[in-house]
């Protein structure tokens, strides 16, 4: 009775509610979404004041803290590593148990977004696979003075622009009871989609992979004072299709913001990549920078750096392939390589001038010893991966050209009218001449084979989504 006289006070004069709220038999779990604001409370009144998962930091807050602590709720800390484990065990053991617990109310999101669509349900609620009851969360109102997004409006300035409005509307619909199936049961996460699934067809909005780990990168971003867009990669879809943790993702924003610095788009331009790699530009670069800029507008964003770092760069950077490029400097077998050896091949193949030269040098030595021993070469190679893929496309390229070359070569000697053994053929003329030019446009499409594994990490389309 406290509880909805406070949002009385507050201008939430009627709440309507839609559909039968499942008894905690029927549907311990109560699944609600979309999360928008901390005025999602009233949900809990609406609901008979069930536990809940709570934020740790939620018990702190003023009036609302108390309000919660009253429902027993599951308190969460995001930056406990365990937290996340302990807070299944705890809704396990709740839904199963027969001490009388109350139903839990959850908001799977795990953060708060603008309501223009359904980003990543945790799979927490999912994993007794027990029967769940969606709730819809609707806010119907001509003036927005709820949500609480990053961009958005601090917490006070909601709360006053709030007590201001003479009435606050907001709709409760509870949806049939779902019962998950054999399958669901033994897999959360599709469990968990599918609910997300059916909500967002019934609140009609898309859904997007975007994840609380998003808002994580979206706050390095700012601290670097770029734009916190930059971090909004869809998470979620970054580790399903690449196996990427949260961690690696950091490590390589890291290496990002190092390309990027200055930028005042935060992206990443194909001249910023030539200074990064102390590189011209030229038509070798040009080409693996187009490899990463998958949308094609000449600028590279933090989710195709990671997409072509991945898919583009690592695979080309093996072991064998740094032997290789280390033989290729080092031709004599002295173990190291000179200032000018590195000169003359950089200059050659990259049209490095002498002051590019100099600069990459003193990186990879880093222990100045006047030479790159082999275990400088991998560490810098390691470091950036990106050198492997332009040696890669400079070989195969420089490898077509020969042939290329080869190719006329034959078709002006059989023009004079010399005969195969001059031509050092050992099979007839027009043959040589067709394997060759075959040769040559087998190695034009030699980077077609990356083109079906980046498809797979399109951006979801038709959501723009803010998130707290």
């Given at each position: 009775m406290l509880g909805r006289l406070c949002f009385v006070v507050m201008g939430f004069?009627?709440?309507?509610?839609?559909?039968?709220?499942?008894?905690?038999?029927?549907a311990p779990l109560l699944v609600c979404a979309p999360h928008s604001t901390f005025f999602d409370a009233v949900v809990a009144l609406a609901c008979?004041?069930?536990?809940?998962?709570?934020?740790?930091?939620?018990?702190?807050?003023?009036?609302?803290?108390?309000?919660?602590a009253f429902t027993q709720p599951v308190f969460v800390s995001r930056e406990d590593g365990n937290s996340r484990q302990n807070t299944i065990r705890e809704i396990q053991r709740r839904v199963t148990s027969d001490e009388g617990w109350p139903q839990i109310a959850i908001f799977p999101e795990g953060t708060c977004t603008n309501r223009s669509c359904l980003i990543t349900y945790k799979a927490g609620a999912f994993y007794p696979g027990v029967p769940i009851q969606p709730v819809l969360v609707r806010y119907p109102n001509r003036l927005d003075t709820l949500t609480w997004t990053w961009e958005g409006l601090d917490?006070?300035?909601?709360?006053?622009?709030?007590?201001?409005?003479?009435?606050t509307n907001v709709e409760i619909e509870f949806l049939p009871v779902y019962k998950p199936s054999e399958e669901e049961r033994a897999n959360p996460k599709l469990y968990a989609r599918n609910v997300r699934q059916l909500m967002a067809a019934k609140l009609d909005v898309p859904v997007t992979d975007h994840t609380y780990d998003d808002c994580k990168l979206m706050e390095v971003a700012l601290q670097h004072n770029l734009p916190i867009e930059i971090g909004l990669i869809e998470?979620?879809?970054?580790?399903?299709?690449?196996?990427?943790?949260?961690e690696t993702v950091r490590e390589l924003m890291s290496k990002y913001l190092e390309i990027a610095r200055d930028s005042e788009d935060g992206r990443i331009t194909l001249h910023k990549f030539a200074q990064y790699l102390h590189l011209p530009v030229t038509a070798v670069l040009e080409e693996v920078f187009s490899l990463y800029d998958r949308s094609g507008t000449g600028v590279i964003d933090f989710r195709e750096y990671i997409i072509g770092l991945s898919l583009v760069s690592q695979p080309s950077n093996?072991?064998?392939?740094?032997?290789?490029?280390?033989?290729?400097?080092?031709?004599?077998?002295?173990?190291?390589?000179t200032l000018e050896r590195l000169g003359k091949i950089m200059y050659s193949a990259f049209g490095m001038d002498a002051l590019q030269i100099r600069q990459l040098f003193r990186d990879v030595d880093v222990d100045g010893l006047g030479f790159i021993t082999y275990d400088q070469f991998s560490a810098h190679a390691q470091k950036k991966p990106e050198y492997a893929k332009l040696f890669h496309v400079y070989q195969t390229l420089h490898s077509a050209r020969e042939k290329v070359q080869q190719a006329d070569e034959a078709e002006r000697r059989l023009?004079?009218?010399?005969?195969?053994?001059?031509?050092?053929?050992?099979?007839?003329?027009?043959?040589?001449?067709?394997?060759?030019?075959?040769?040559?446009?087998?190695?034009?499409?030699?980077?077609?084979?990356?083109?079906?594994d980046l498809r797979s990490l399109t951006p979801t389309a038709g959501a723009k989504v803010k998130v707290a």
């Open positions: 004069h009627v709440v309507r509610t839609r559909g039968e709220r499942a008894s905690r038999d029927e008979g004041l069930p536990s809940s998962v709570a934020r740790a930091e939620s018990s702190q807050t003023p009036l609302f803290g108390t309000l919660v917490a006070a300035s909601i709360f006053w622009y709030t007590l201001c409005q003479f009435n998470f979620n879809k970054i580790n399903q299709k690449l196996g990427l943790n949260l093996t072991e064998e392939t740094i032997q290789s490029a280390f033989k290729m400097f080092d031709p004599e077998g002295t173990g190291h390589i023009e004079y009218g010399l005969d195969p053994p001059q031509l050092g053929l050992t099979r007839s003329p027009d043959v040589e001449l067709r394997e060759r030019r075959d040769g040559a446009a087998a190695a034009e499409e030699f980077e077609t084979a990356v083109a079906g």
